[in-house]
């Protein structure tokens, strides 16, 4: 069945690093954009970035902007949250999305089932 499945969450230090890794299966992603959400208790769901298949066009949002990378390894029907810098407002459950164009339109296709990111001293 269509799924993608997140992994590389943990527990980590203020000032930390995490690499999030987000794998499909019953489909491919290479023509497919992805996307990367989290959800902290008590708040909204929140668009993290996004990256085009294709030409590999990404978007940040400002809370994230230089401390996140998204990357994408279509051979390995992959895509990869790079976290640097990690700060205790960062803690929530991460999400990887497709959606439903190659290109960042908004629309979610498939959403993977999460992964806990938590940081902490």
């Known amino acids: 069945q269509v799924q993608l499945v997140e992994s590389g969450g943990g527990l980590v230090q203020p000032g930390g690093s995490l690499r999030l890794s987000c794998a499909a299966s019953?489909?491919?992603?290479?023509?497919?954009?992805i996307g990367w959400f989290r959800q902290a208790p008590g708040k909204e769901r929140e668009g993290l970035s996004c990256?085009?298949?294709?030409?590999?066009?990404?978007v940040y949002a400002d809370s994230v902007k230089g401390r996140f990378t998204i990357s994408r390894d279509d051979a390995k029907n992959t895509v990869y949250l790079q976290m640097n810098s990690l700060k205790p407002e960062d803690t929530a459950v991460y999400y990887c999305?497709?959606?439903?164009?190659?290109?960042?339109?908004?629309?979610?296709?498939?959403w993977g089932q999460g992964t806990q990111v938590t940081v902490s001293s």
């Open positions: 999305a497709a959606d439903i164009e190659y290109y960042c339109s908004g629309s979610v296709r498939s």
């Open positions: 019953g489909f491919t992603l290479d023509r497919y954009a």
């Open positions: 990256i085009n298949s294709g030409d590999g066009h990404t």
